[in-house]
Nanobody
Framework: QGQLVESGGGLVLPGGSTRLSCATS????????LGWFRQRLGNERELVAA???????????DSVKGRFTISRDNADIANNTVFLQMNNLKPEDTAVYSC??????????????????WGQGTQVTVSS
């Protein structure tokens, strides 16, 4: 089974920006929806953004809408990549961010239980 490998993140100043990337290593993921989850300390994991297999449909949680943008690059079918551009970051965005994949139709992107493949996660810390 293919892997999902995140990169990016780190320490960011409040109001700053950063971009996360998640590379997939199996062409099967080219037909999978991809999503970004985060888990803040003491909180449950939550889906913050997701994108359908062809990029036509996206989902954002209310907490990040207007600040985060999800996109994907399917040009290399064997190495699809999904990005999360994070702008105007706030301390409450501090979390471990993980990408995930699922065979999900566009209208079901926000159904968290449908994501079955996971990356290892990357830490984003927003602090001055």
């Amino acid at each position: 089974q293919g892997q999902l490998v995140e990169s990016g993140g780190g320490l960011v100043l409040p109001g700053g920006s950063t971009r996360l990337s998640c590379a997939t290593s199996d062409r099967l993921f080219s037909i999978y929806a991809l999503g970004w989850f985060r888990q803040r300390l003491g909180n449950e994991r939550e889906l913050v953004a997701a994108i359908s297999w062809n990029g036509a449909v996206t989902f954002y949680s209310d907490s990040v809408k207007g600040r985060f943008t999800i996109s994907r690059d399917n040009a290399d079918i064997a190495n699809n990549t999904v990005f999360l551009q994070m702008n105007n970051l706030k301390p409450e965005d501090t979390a471990v961010y993980s990408c995930a994949a699922g065979l999900i139709t566009g209208e079901r992107l926000e159904e968290e239980q449908r994501y079955h493949y996971w990356g290892q996660g990357t830490q984003v810390t927003v602090s001055s």
